[in-house]
């Protein structure tokens, strides 16, 4: 039993030094978001939006505005609205 600790505690001691290709790509990406001002942030949230909407009309065969309600749907499934406060 305490060699199989000591196995385990070997691999996480050598695993933390290691980075992942994925870890090294989000480092990077936080890096280029950081670098961004506010206004290319928005900028790029509001064309990454439009891509998206666009990519669901083409996967469904929707009209733009249909795509939005579809969108805004999904996005509402499964969420209660607050209760309103009280006092």
Same mark, same amino acid.
């Given at each position: 039993?305490?060699?199989?600790? @000591?196995? =385990? ?14 870890? *090294? %790509?989000? =480092?990077?990406?936080?890096? #280029?978001? $950081?670098?961004?001002?506010?206004? +290319?942030?928005?900028? @790029?949230? %509001? #064309? @990454?939006?439009?891509? +998206? %909407?666009?990519?669901?009309?083409? $996967?469904?065969? %929707?009209? /733009?505005?249909? +795509? #939005?309600? @579809? ?7 499964? /969420?209660? *609205?607050? +209760?309103? $406060?009280?006092?």
């Amino acid at each position: 039993m305490a060699a199989r600790c @000591l196995a =385990i505690r070997s691999a996480t001691a050598y695993d933390r030094g290691v980075r992942s290709v994925a870890d *090294q %790509l989000e =480092i990077e990406d936080r890096a #280029r978001m $950081a670098a961004l001002s506010p206004e +290319a942030r928005v900028a @790029l949230s %509001l #064309r @990454l939006g439009e891509e +998206a %909407l666009a990519i669901l009309c083409a $996967a469904r065969g %929707l009209a /733009r505005t249909e +795509a #939005r309600a @579809l969108a805004h749907s999904l996005r509402s499934a499964g /969420r209660r *609205q607050a +209760a309103p $406060a009280t006092g």
